[in-house]
């Protein structure tokens, strides 16, 4: 009796892994992309991967040029997306700032205005005085591209370009010094 219950046992873990196989033929198994936050063959957008090269942008500055993400390449870079309207954006402002003056040999920061206007972003960031670039995404592209969906939102990539970490919330200076300090393994993170 034990043998012909393993039998049947076996039988269906078969017979599950088939079915399974199958579905994955029919329906394909999911894209990836090299630099994600493209819309794929089927329409659809891929957030940037941990590991993957971060989407390529070009914004116009508060200073009205234009920066591109290939410019701040060679060291780790941290984005920062934020709004004049969002609160723990102004910390995590704060803290980038005193993290930009201290480690500028090491690390660079850029931050991304969503959706607002120059004059505005202007009065909301000299009283920061900050010490990095500010990008104005006024259309949202590149938001959508990086798949933000709340703020503040931060990446940080190494020196080559590619996504290590993720924060959600705002970012604390130790904790980016932390990371900074042995660009491990990617993985996300939800500051405290």
Known sequence: MGK???????????????????LMIKTGLPQRAESSGYRLGVGQLVAPELGSLAPPFE????????RSLAE??????IISFFATWCPPCVDELRELRA???????????????????????RAFTQPLSLSFAVL????????????????????????SGRVRRVYHGTVRGELLLQDLAGLGPPQDSEPA
């Open 4 to 22: 012909s219950r393993a039998a049947c046992h076996i039988a269906l873990a078969m017979l599950s892994l088939s079915l399974a196989l199958a």
């Open 59 to 66: 914004l116009p500055t508060l200073d009205y040029r234009t």
């Open 72 to 77: 701040f390449r060679g060291k780790p870079l």
């Open 99 to 121: 993290l930009a003056e201290s480690e500028s040999g090491r690390a660079r920061v850029v931050a991304v205005n969503l959706g607002e206007l120059p004059e505005a972003v």
């Open 136 to 159: 104005l995404d006024q259309n949202l592209e590149v938001a959508s591209r990086y798949q933000v969906r709340g703020l503040p939102t931060a990446f940080l990539l190494d020196d």
